[in-house]
């Protein structure tokens, strides 16, 4: 399991897999929600190969679920309306378990609402059992083995590529395009959300090149410094936006399999490379940072150039990790206090 996207609860392994998800239900999809797009799509079987081997799918899905994070979204970018999928607590506005940029999109496409299940124990075998999907998509998560091969009884199941809680926002694309015959469309809307990333960080050269540190930082226990290494879909995120890694980050994750690791904040002068910090939190940590005689060693709470992202909030949830509804949904936003925070720069 993941660390919370926010990290407020500190209550899962890290990456974000969280807890206190509230099981909500819904209408299941008709069977034909996955019907292909106009002008066709692959020729099946299709073959997706991810961290537990192959997965074929032999004819067009039809009834698709999700688990984890991300490829909800995917799918649904794609015009596919779900079955099922994961509960999303964290940055749920209104605790129907589904973020608020895929309830745009479900209602865009005329679909009926997915049934949500709880994952704070894991798939729900039993409810997706019921759901009787012909496709489960997995592809940002963080599967086991032993819980893969269970939901590959229910139905052809496709995992992350590598490491859990770890794919890019592309790969979840475009591995998701493939599973669904819809390789062409797959590609198209990444090509797509690099044109509106792209458009937003032209439009605010301060933050080009600036180096910034993703931090989890607990204001009831400043001790340590939590932060996302350069695998981790957040800093790919600013990394796309035209922001630099600090050395300091390469050098502490280096040899590192983890997406998030953990530094004493006695030793927070390792990070004196830090240009802008973006956290989870708001004024009142930014205030309780710059107090803090440790932390004045580094550059970004020096000057203020921090990001404070409302924990909980569906911003912090947009981009943590950004997908692909959620990123054109915050990217304005998210630009802009960047920008706010580099002018701070010194």
Same mark, same amino acid.
């Given at each position: 399991m993941?660390?919370t996207?926010?990290?407020?609860t500190?209550?899962v392994?890290?990456?974000?897999a969280l807890?206190?998800?509230?099981t909500? #239900?819904?209408?299941? $999809?008709?069977?034909s929600?996955a ?5 066709g799509?692959? &020729?099946?079987?299709?073959?997706v190969t991810?961290a ?6 032999p004819s ?5 679920? *999700? ?5 909800t ?5 794609l ?6 999928? =994961?509960?999303?607590?964290?940055g +749920?506005?209104?605790?129907d378990?589904?973020?608020p940029?895929?309830e745009e999109?479900i ?18 075998l039993?409810?997706?059992?019921g759901?009787?999907? +012909?496709l489960?998509l997995? *592809?940002?998560s #963080?599967?086991t @083995?032993?819980?893969?091969?269970l939901?590959?009884? %229910?139905?052809p199941t496709?995992a992350?590529p590598?490491?859990a809680w ?7 694309? *475009?591995?998701?395009? @493939?599973?669904?015959g819809r ?5 198209a809307?990444?090509s797509?959300?690099? @044109? ?10 301060? %933050? =080009?090149?600036k180096t910034?540190?993703f ?11 939590g ?6 879909a ?7 936006? #035209?922001l630099?890694t600090p050395?300091?980050?390469? *050098?502490?994750?280096? #040899? ?8 004493? $904040?006695e030793?927070a ?6 240009d ?12 309780a940072l ?8 580094i550059? &970004?709470?020096k000057?203020g150039a921090?990001?404070?992202? @409302?924990d909980g909030?569906p ?10 509804l959620?990123?054109p949904?915050?990217?304005?936003e998210?630009?802009g206090?960047l =920008?706010? =925070?580099?002018?701070?720069?010194k």
């Amino acid at each position: 399991m993941r660390r919370t996207l926010g990290l407020a609860t500190a209550v899962v392994a890290v990456g974000l897999a969280l807890t206190a998800c509230s099981t909500s #239900g819904g209408t299941p $999809a008709s069977s034909s929600s996955a019907s292909a797009t106009a002008g066709g799509g692959d &020729a099946f079987p299709v073959t997706v190969t991810h961290a537990f081997g192959e997965t074929t799918i032999p004819s067009q899905p039809q009834r698709v679920a *999700t688990v984890g994070w991300g490829s909800t979204e995917s799918v649904l970018a794609l015009g596919v309306v779900l079955v099922g999928v =994961a509960a999303q607590t964290y940055g +749920d506005d209104d605790g129907d378990g589904i973020l608020p940029w895929s309830e745009e999109k479900i209602t865009a496409l005329g679909g009926e609402t997915p049934t949500v299940y709880d994952e704070t124990d894991g798939p729900a075998l039993e409810t997706l059992d019921g759901l009787t999907p +012909d496709l489960i998509l997995g *592809t940002y998560s #963080g599967l086991t @083995k032993e819980q893969y091969d269970l939901l590959s009884k %229910i139905a052809p199941t496709v995992a992350y590529p590598a490491i859990a809680w770890n794919t890019p926002w592309r790969d979840v694309i *475009t591995t998701n395009a @493939k599973a669904l015959g819809r390789t062409a469309d797959g590609d198209a809307l990444v090509s797509d959300l690099e @044109k509106q990333i792209a458009d937003a960080a032209g439009a605010h050269p301060e %933050i =080009a090149g600036k180096t910034v540190l993703f931090a989890y930082l607990n204001p009831a226990d400043l001790s340590s410094i939590g932060f996302y290494t350069p695998g981790d879909a957040r800093v790919a995120y600013l990394s796309d936006l #035209g922001l630099a890694t600090p050395e300091s980050v390469t *050098t502490l994750s280096e #040899g590192k399999t983890e997406f998030y690791l953990t530094q004493s $904040a006695e030793e927070a002068d390792a990070f004196s490379d830090v240009d802008v910090l973006v956290t989870y939190g708001d004024d009142a940590l930014v205030r309780a940072l710059q107090a803090d005689e440790r932390y004045q060693a580094i550059p &970004a709470v020096k000057n203020g150039a921090v990001v404070a992202l @409302k924990d909980g909030s569906p911003l912090a949830a947009a981009v943590s990790p950004p997908t692909a509804l959620s990123l054109p949904w915050s990217l304005d936003e998210y630009v802009g206090l960047l =920008a706010d =925070a580099a002018a701070k720069v010194k």
